[in-house]
């Protein structure tokens, strides 16, 4: 059975950090993307972050400068260590991993089930 398992979320004060972890497992996740999205209640699912297999990553222009996404060696576990956060920061956390293409293993798109982010003002 194919997980991804969030871990990290929780409450902060404004200006904060915390770290979320994404464990993978039950395939190979290492050939692909991998990557964090973020809701609030009644707004579609927005991009946060993501890491490509070579390790390239991109940022939503909120997050920029104050997220950092990362993976480790084998590919399988997901990180997003973010700073200075704001109350604009709030929503449930989401770990997306996806593949497609004659790299991987087989085409594959997963999801986590989520873990609240909750900045106070």
């Known amino acids: 059975q194919v997980q991804l398992v969030e871990s990290g979320g929780g409450l902060v004060q404004s200006g904060g950090s915390l770290r979320l972890s994404c464990a993978g497992s039950?395939?190979?996740?290492?050939?692909?993307?991998m990557a964090w999205y973020r809701q609030v209640p009644g707004n579609q699912r927005e991009s946060v972050a993501e890491i490509s297999s070579r390790g390239t990553t991109t940022y939503a222009d909120s997050v920029k400068g104050r997220f950092s996404i990362s993976r480790n060696n084998d590919g399988n576990t997901l990180y997003l260590q973010m700073n200075s956060l704001k109350p604009d920061d709030t929503a449930v956390y989401f770990c997306?991993?996806?593949?497609?293409?004659?790299?991987?293993?087989?085409?594959?798109?997963?999801w986590g089930q989520g873990t609240q982010v909750t900045v106070s003002s």
């Open positions: 039950g395939t190979d996740f290492s050939a692909g993307f």
């Open positions: 997306n991993a996806r593949c497609h293409g004659s790299r991987c293993p087989y085409d594959y798109t997963y």
